[in-house]
């Protein structure tokens, strides 16, 4: 996993490492690219994050903020655990355009968080996305309620290190395992995405549309074979897969089904999968 604090430094490390780069999905034609910078997302004690919305969300909804399931501040949830409704007082760095931080927003809840299928953790903030806006001039990030497309131009966005990496979707990975834990469905990129600790939580978003498609959450350190920092490939049929230097994150389009009116979540809503407690 992407953690800052005890990876960090040997992540710098292999980062200029030699890595046999994976095949790129071919790509369609490109649509114009839009803007991507910091403005949105968010500094964490351990890892990078931001503040979402959902297509259906209303700006005087209480903002989210989005990290993952391995930086949650009480520790890693369990396989198989899911944690809904946990109060919380985590602090976050919002960040302009520049990635200079501009203030300090405060959650009071851990509204859903899980390392199972998936590694997401989602905040509510004691604020709304429209006082948010009318202080600091600064929107929160959509989060795509559509599957992300191999090929696709990528930034992922760093509000611990104040970093954007650049590169594509490479493709799908049927089971990503790390450790005790397994996901689902998620996102490989190409060699150029770097990431190392501490961007951890990062929003993943396509440059056509500007809108969050994942959530950077890990990358295989050392070329070992299903351990922690060290994350394998399993397809459908067992075979396992090991590519050193490559790194992942976690499709966020099952998300948006899972909330409804006033950014309530409902995990029995129709079309939600996330797991459930």
């Keep these: 996993m992407n953690k800052p604090l005890v990876a960090a430094l040997a ?51 209480p903002a989210l903020v989005l990290t993952n399931g391995h930086c949650l501040e009480t520790g890693f949830p369990e396989p198989g655990e899911v944690i809904t409704g ?46 948010i806006k009318s202080s600091y001039g600064i929107s929160p990030l959509t989060v795509s309620a559509a599957h992300p497309v191999a090929g696709s131009a990528i930034k992922v966005v760093s509000g611990y290190w104040k970093t954007i990496y650049s590169c594509n979707i490479d493709g799908f990975v049927y089971r990503l395992k790390e450790g005790d834990w397994t996901w689902k469905d998620s996102v490989r990129y190409t060699s150029a995405c770097n990431t190392i600790g501490g961007t951890s939580g990062s929003p993943v978003i396509d440059t056509s549309t500007g809108q969050v498609v994942a959530v950077n959450n890990t990358g295989n350190e050392d070329g070992e074979q299903c351990t922690v920092d060290n994350p394998c490939e399993v397809d459908e049929n067992g075979n396992v897969t090991v590519r050193q230097g490559i790194n992942y994150a976690e499709e966020t389009y099952i998300i948006p089904a899972c ?19």
């Design 11 to 61: 992540s710098l490390a292999i980062t200029g490492m030699g890595v046999a780069p994976a095949v790129a999905a071919p790509q369609t034609a490109k649509a114009a690219a839009v803007t991507v910078n910091f403005a949105g997302t968010v500094s964490l004690s351990n890892c990078s994050g931001s503040v979402i919305r959902f297509p259906n969300s209303a700006d005087s909804d």
């Design 86 to 131: 946990q109060s919380s007082s985590r602090t976050f760095g919002l960040l302009n355009s520049s990635g200079t931080r501009v203030a300090t927003l405060r959650a009071n809840q851990v509204v859903y968080s899980t390392m199972t299928d998936t590694d997401i953790t989602i905040y509510r903030t004691t604020t709304t996305y429209a006082a």
């Design 259 to 277: 909330f409804t009116t006033g950014n309530v979540l409902n995990l029995s809503a129709s079309g939600c999968t996330l797991p459930k407690p």
